[in-house]
């Protein structure tokens, strides 16, 4: 299983930004639960959203909650992060994470309910 990360950037607080998650062909990504975590530089990794595998139920940490939104398009195998209201405390590397076993449930907030994660995508939000 190969999960990619990208979308990250540069932007300024107040702004928005997309971030994509892309599992390979090799999983069917619609069978699983899939989260966002966040880890900035000397702090801990740390739960953002999560979304059970069909989309149906999401989950968000309170640092987040009403201005992000997690999403899935398992024809895609694709899952998304709309971030808006970006603030510098978002300032982050972004992981995408899915869950190893199959199940209907949101998958978790901790790191170790994921066994599969991404690469990271650095979003940074001046002030």
């Known amino acids: 299983v190969q999960l990619q990360a990208f979308g990250g950037g540069l932007v300024q607080a107040g702004g928005s930004l997309r971030l994509s998650c892309a599992a390979s062909?090799?999983?069917?990504?619609?069978?699983?639960?899939m989260g966002w975590f966040r880890q900035a530089p000397g702090k801990e990794r740390e739960f953002v959203a999560q979304i059970s595998r069909t989309g149906g139920t999401t989950s968000y940490s309170d640092s987040v909650k009403g201005r992000f939104s997690i999403a899935r398009d398992n024809a895609k195998n694709t899952m998304y992060l709309q971030m808006i209201n970006l603030k510098p405390d978002d300032t982050a590397a972004y992981y995408c994470?899915?869950?190893?076993?199959?199940?209907?449930?949101?998958?978790?907030?901790?790191?170790?309910?994921?066994?599969?994660w991404g690469q990271g995508t650095l979003v940074t939000v001046s002030s």
């Open positions: 062909k090799d999983i069917d990504m619609k069978n699983y639960g």
């Open positions: 994470a899915q869950k190893g076993v199959r199940s209907a449930l949101l998958p978790g907030t901790r790191v170790s309910d994921y066994a599969y």
